[in-house]
């Protein structure tokens, strides 16, 4: 017997009717794992609580009817029958009433692929999830319309799995999505946070922004990516305007939210430093630190971590170092600047930038992996402290304790990294004392 049997068996057998319901069951007919279960029961979260006893329970939400019962390392969120109320806040449901009906449960639901119940071999599917999911798309459970306005957060989740599964939106959730569009401002920064942050690392990130785009929710959200759009780069070495090639660069990227992130941004101070050269090009220098700029303000607006941010603006302010050939002194320095996990990042971010372009040569990015490999054990690259000398040494010879002795170590910290002198403690105590003299 499964943990998921066991629990079902036991809510049955003390009377109450129990079905699995929600994302496990979707992704059953999807044939894709899940380990997140949802169970909606009869019973009421005391009772719940009661047949459970003798396991590890969490009561994560009493008030809407949700205990969490652990058996096994394993998490079963078991739900009360409800049909909600009103939704005042646009959000949260006013208050819960809970029901003895199944299909009273279901019908409160957002979209019909999360509105099924199965029950000892029996499908219970009343508006249809089993065929959408054939037919691979998101349609609202009932009138879009009021789904949409009792919780705007669905919005996001329907772009998010039309994503995720591949599938289309519905004609109907569309139009009540871009025609409510106002309402994302009655959402949470950290919900919209969260949303964006699957959407962007899904399958499908580029058709996803696309949808943002058309149903007028990019520009409430990331107005700088969606000003992009129609942006004529002028450059001979772009096909695509400024929008259309970021998105490019978005889906050439790998599934990690810093990389995609950044290559979203990529390019969006271009529209400000945009100007056309003699020759009819399009130039847009010093791009990249605007563009970081601008991510890191509206990162920072959406709630996203510290870390996050200075790490995906680091890659922004970077993405341009691959113009110029890597050398071994390159590298090392591009190592130190954003990290040795972050700068196979970079080269992600640069490499889906360069193919989202006319000009497909990656050699330069081939030869900084192998720079990369061949640097692995350098301590230059490696050690956050590597000079051979520090301040009391200096001090020692004659240096004044301060901001004198840290503008000298930054001075060699270059030198040495430049390969202009040796890191041997005595030759760099030589240049302090010559440079003291």
Do not use: C, W
């Not at 847009?284 to 941010?309: C, M, N, P, V």
């Amino acid at each position: 017997m499964t943990d998921l049997e066991f629990i079902l068996n036991k809510l049955e057998d003390n009377g109450f009717k129990s079905y699995i319901v929600g994302g496990y069951l979707r992704d059953k007919y999807l044939n894709k794992s899940s380990s997140d279960v949802d169970i909606a029961t009869l019973a009421r979260p005391s009772e719940i609580k009661e047949i459970f006893k003798d396991l590890k329970i969490i009561d994560i939400g009493k008030k809407f009817g949700t205990i969490k019962v652990i058996k096994n390392s394993k998490e079963f969120e078991i739900t009360t029958f409800r049909s909600d109320m009103d939704y005042k806040d646009m959000r949260h449901p006013d208050k819960i009433k809970f029901s003895n009906s199944i299909y009273e449960d279901l019908k409160r639901r957002d979209f019909t692929i999360n509105a099924m119940a199965y029950r000892k071999k029996e499908l219970i599917d009343p508006f249809g999830g089993l065929s959408d999911i054939n037919d691979k798309v998101i349609r609202a459970v009932g009138d879009a319309n009021e789904r949409i306005k009792e919780d705007y957060l669905r919005a996001l989740r329907a772009i998010r799995f039309a994503a995720v599964l591949d599938f289309s939106l519905d004609e109907d959730l569309f139009n009540a999505i871009r025609q409510l569009n106002q309402n994302i401002s009655y959402i949470s920064k950290e919900r919209i946070n969260v949303e964006l942050s699957k959407i962007l690392t899904s399958k499908k990130p580029k058709m996803a922004i696309e949808l943002l785009r058309k149903t007028g929710l990019l520009k409430k959200l990331l107005p700088e990516v969606d000003d992009m759009y129609g942006f004529d780069q002028h450059s001979s070495f772009h096909d695509y305007d400024l929008y259309t090639h970021s998105l490019k660069v978005l889906e050439n990227t790998k599934e990690d939210l810093i990389t995609r992130i950044a290559a979203l941004f990529h390019d969006t101070g271009k529209i400000e430093t945009f100007f056309i050269d003699e020759r009819g090009e399009g130039r847009f220098f010093g791009h990249q630190e605007l563009s970081s700029k601008l991510a890191q303000r509206r990162l920072r607006k959406l709630k996203f971590s510290k870390d996050l941010i200075n790490r995906s603006s680091v890659l922004i302010s970077r993405h341009m170092d691959n113009t110029n050939d890597y050398t071994r002194k390159s590298i090392r320095k591009l190592i130190r600047r954003v990290g040795d996990k972050d700068i196979y990042r970079l080269l992600d971010l640069q490499k889906a930038d360069i193919l989202a372009t006319n000009h497909n040569d990656l050699s330069n990015i081939y030869k900084a992996y192998e720079l990369i490999e061949s640097l692995k054990d350098d301590e230059l690259s490696t050690k956050k402290n590597f000079l051979k000398i520090n301040g009391h040494e200096l001090i020692k010879i004659g240096y004044q304790e301060g901001k004198e002795i840290g503008k000298l170590l930054e001075e060699l910290n270059n030198m040495v990294l430049d390969e202009r002198i040796e890191n041997d403690k005595k030759t760099l105590l030589k240049y302090a004392k010559d440079k003291l003299n």
